[in-house]
T-cell receptor, first 109, second 114 residues
Framework: RKEVEQDPGPFNVPEGATVAFNCTYS??????FFWYRQDCRKEPKLLMS???SGNEDGRFTAQLNRASQYISLLIRDSKLSDSATYLC??????????FGTGTSLTVIP | EAGVVQSPRYKIIEKKQPVAFWCNPI?????LYWYRQNLGQGPELLIR????????DSQLPKDRFSAERLKGVDSTLKIQPAELGDSAVYLC????????????FGSGTRLTVV
């Protein structure tokens, strides 16, 4: 079983829509959680960390459910510039990072 | 602050030729990673360094891949000989301290083996 699993999509949504991605992880000892954004032919860039209490950054909300072992990313009021691949990242002890395969989002005018 | 610097950005080589990639992490970042990313996939770890020590190289195909980080700063990744299946983007990343500190990627080297 993969460490981290994501629905690859693609998700095609109209501007202004709300879209949510989920990501599940297999190891209950996982410690830290992140969402990365990757634009076409670019490197992944940190979007936000995911805290146990959930956290929000503008139109983006990340949540963690340790009991069910998943994290989510909610994007409100989607913009064309949100079109990208969103990668879920989970860490274990020390510096072991595990990536999901990414979820592709296209925001349509 | 300079980010993670990688070179070259692009490389095209014939199969069976050697190739090397270079990475300079963010200053002060002791942890350095090399990842390989195929189209439509997430990055896959090849090797992780803590300072100059390779602490996780279980996914590195050691028959043809090698890496070094001699002084615990910049690093090189080498493939010899390259195969067609090695075509991918090779990403270097470094990490700062702190549990909720994500890591920063370089722009990657896009390798095409023909």
């Amino acid at each position: 079983r993969k460490e981290v699993e994501q629905d690859p999509g693609p998700f095609n949504v109209p501007e202004g829509a709300t879209v949510a991605f989920n990501c599940t992880y297999s190891n209950s000892a996982s410690q830290s959680f992140f969402w990365y954004r990757q634009d076409c032919r670019k490197e992944p860039k940190l979007l936000m960390s995911v805290y146990s209490s959930g956290n929000e950054d503008g139109r983006f909300t990340a949540q963690l459910n340790r009991a069910s072992q998943y994290i989510s990313l909610l994007i409100r009021d989607s913009k064309l510039s949100d079109s990208a691949t969103y990668l879920c990242v989970v860490t274990r002890t020390g510096n072991q990072f595990y990536f999901g395969t990414g979820t592709s989002l296209t925001v349509i005018p | 602050e300079a980010g993670v610097v990688q070179s070259p950005r692009y490389k095209i080589i014939e199969k069976k030729q050697p190739v090397a990639f270079w990475c300079n992490p963010i200053s002060g970042h002791n942890t350095l990673y090399w990842y390989r990313q195929n189209l439509g996939q997430g990055p896959e770890l090849l090797i992780r360094y803590e300072n100059e020590e390779a602490v996780d190289d279980s996914q590195l195909p050691k028959d043809r891949f090698s890496a070094e980080r001699l002084k615990g700063v910049d690093s090189t990744l080498k493939i010899q000989p390259a195969e067609l299946g090695d075509s991918a983007v090779y990403l270097c990343a470094s990490r700062g301290v702190g549990r909720n500190y994500g890591y920063t990627f370089g722009s990657g080297t896009r390798l095409t083996v023909v």
